[in-house]
Each structure stands twice: as C-alpha cells, then as structure tokens.
C-alpha cells in the first residue's frame, strides 16, 4: 500500500530535525538580532515623530486635536513595527537584524514563510512577552520558543556570506579581473623573426635600406 503524500505543513522528518539541531541559533544570536531590529525600527519612528512635530508647530492646533493624535500616533507604531516584521519575514525570510547575524525564518518543511504565517509569528512574539518573556525560554534549551511553536517555522542559519564578506568577495573579484599592465607595443623597426629565418623581404643595400644594393 503506497503511503500517504506528507502534507506541506507537516512537522520535518528525521533528517530535518538533525539539520535543524545542526544549524540551530542560540538565544544570543536571535538577542542581538532583535536587539539591531528594535533599534532599525525606533530610528525610523522617531524620525517620523519629529517630522510631523515640525509640520504640526507650523499650524497652530487644538488641545482637543493634540489629545486625539497621541493614540493614533501610538496605533501607527504598532503597525509599523508589525509591518516591519511580516514584510521581510514573508519576503526573504531575514529582517535587517537577521541579515547582519546570518539567520533566516523559515517554515518546518524548508520552505519561504507565507503573510498569513508571518502574521501568527508575529503575535506569539508578542504574547510570548507578556509572562516575563517565559515563551523564548526554551530556545535556552535548544527548542523553538513560542512564536516559532505557534506559526510552525523554524530559525537557522542563512547559507550565505556577511555583508562584510560579501563586500571582501566583490573587491577580490574586482582585483582578479583587472588587467595587469599594457600589452606590448611594436613600434616596426625590428624585422620579423621569419624574415631573419628564410630570408624574406626585399634585400638590403649597404646602408640597410631596400633596394640599394652595390652594383658590381
């Protein structure tokens, strides 16, 4: 009896689970990825704070309409840092913080994480903060944590170079292409090496030149 085709969404056979031990990231790496994350997506929204303050001081507003722009400035962070995470996770797999570390977010079965799953990570990530943090606990143990748990992917290492190595890779490259001097000249003044050999070419006179030769 033929056995059933493995759904997309089923947990990694035997030889992916080893790969996944293999290739796991620890607490410290994904730590300092956050940590690169948070500080990309502060930047960027303290940024944008401080252009619409500049905008607002030019308009004299009410008290009322200041009052009304704190919770929606609060709601615009909220989606912008959930945004921040769903596009690239669901696009390379790897926020700017996991680009410089090296990992990536994939699925349990290898493959490229969908919107809608990004979406649930996202989620359990922040659920998972709320009791003191205790649903990253277990990546201390070399398990997935809980958002990972609830949208079925799987942190590993990205088969590819640093950005400093890749820049190191582009400069060698460029290096190894780069001709090495000029390429040799002939100026004609020298006979050709077959003409000294068999005698080619017009005769010479007594002065070198052709078609002066001493009569007798």
């Known amino acids: ?68 722009l704190k919770p929606i400035a609060g709601a615009a962070y909220v989606v912008w840092a ?30 490229r994480v969908k919107p809608a799953r990004a979406v649930v990570r996202w989620v359990g990530m922040n659920l998972a903060m709320l009791p003191l943090f205790a649903g990253f606990a277990p990546i201390l143990f070399g398990r997935r944590g809980f958002p990972d748990w609830l949208a079925r992917t799987v942190v590993l290492e990205a088969q590819q170079m640093s950005l400093a190595e890749a820049r190191r890779a582009r400069v060698r490259a460029a290096t190894e292409d780069r001709p090495q001097g000029p390429p040799a000249i002939s100026t004609g003044s020298e006979p050709s090496a077959s003409a000294l050999v068999d005698g080619g070419g017009p005769p010479l006179g007594m002065h070198g030149r052709p078609g002066s030769a001493q009569r007798t």
């Open 1 to 68: 009896m033929s056995s059933m085709p493995e759904s997309p969404d089923s947990e990694p056979s035997a030889v992916t689970a080893t790969e996944e031990r293999r290739r796991f990231v620890g607490v410290v790496t994904r730590a300092v990825s956050w940590l690169l994350d948070a500080v990309a997506i502060n930047v960027v929204a303290i940024v944008t704070g401080v252009g619409v303050e500049l905008i607002l001081s030019i308009f004299p507003i009410s008290t009322s309409f200041a009052s009304v």
């Open 82 to 111: 959930g945004a921040y995470f769903v596009v690239f996770w669901s696009w390379t797999g790897q926020t700017l913080g996991a680009r410089v570390m090296r990992i990536q977010l994939l699925t349990t079965n290898g493959r």
